[in-house]
């Protein structure tokens, strides 16, 4: 079984932290992906990567940056958090564009 | 660009039929992605389709119309356990995977 783990299930910052989401895959997976989940607009993709320091935007990725120096590992990173960061952020993996994701458990980060 | 409707939210009754609509708009198109979400959790995958048909999987099937730009996820034998959320997603020629909002799917007794 694939296995997508998040490093924190639930985190708390203050307005302007800098904050690391990681995401660790355990199967050689080519891509990998970074989510928001909100209450009425579901799933939006922030970045993903598809190799080793290859990175593009999704729809939502102002106010993020991400990381991936090694294939197994994908970070997502908040420069300066803001309140309206506060999310479930999810991590995704697949092999192509035709295997299906594979998600982590999710963190859920509350900004104050 | 990329546009997924799904209906927001759906009630059935156990032991019933229900069918969930996915309607998308796309300038590349792989495939689409239906997962399921129970509250809490992350999303599970449940079927793809890549050509036009209907894909069967025990209780649950999934049915693709390219042409239409239209899927639907069906589920028989309704369960208890069927409540959660049903997402459709759509994979295009550029690497991503773009989710609609989601249905959520309440199961009566």
């Known amino acids: 079984d694939v296995k997508v783990t998040q490093s924190s299930r639930y985190l708390v910052k203050r307005t302007g932290e800098k904050v690391f989401l990681e995401c660790v895959q355990d199967?050689?997976?080519?891509?990998m992906f970074w989510y928001r989940q909100d209450p009425g607009l579901g799933l939006r993709l922030i970045y993903f990567?598809?190799?080793?320091?290859?990175?593009e935007k999704g729809d939502i990725p102002e106010g993020y940056s991400v990381s991936r120096e090694k294939k197994e590992r994908f970070s997502l990173i908040l420069e300066s958090a803001s309140t309206n960061q506060t999310s479930m952020y999810l991590c995704?993996?697949?092999?192509?564009?035709?295997?299906?994701?594979?998600f982590g458990n999710g963190t859920r980060l509350t900004v104050t | 660009g990329q546009n997924i409707d799904q209906p927001t939210e759906m009630t059935a009754t156990e032991g019933a039929i229900v069918q969930i609509n996915c309607t998308y708009q796309?300038?590349?198109?792989?495939?689409l992605f239906w997962y399921q979400q129970h509250a809490g959790e992350a999303p599970t995958f449940l079927s793809y389709?890549?050509?036009?048909g209907l894909e069967e999987k025990g209780r649950f099937s999934s049915f693709l119309s390219r042409s239409k730009g239209y899927s639907y996820l069906l589920l028989k034998e309704l369960q208890m356990k069927d409540s959660a959320s049903y997402l459709c997603?759509?994979?295009?020629?550029?690497?991503?995977?773009?989710f609609g909002q989601g249905t959520t799917l309440q199961v009566k007794p």
């Open positions: 995704a993996s697949r092999s192509d564009g035709d295997s299906p994701l594979h």
């Open positions: 199967m050689d997976h080519e891509n």
């Open positions: 389709n890549v050509l036009d």
């Open positions: 997603a759509l994979s295009g020629n550029t690497g991503k995977l773009i």
């Open positions: 990567s598809y190799d080793v320091k290859m990175k």
């Open positions: 796309t300038s590349g198109f792989n495939g």
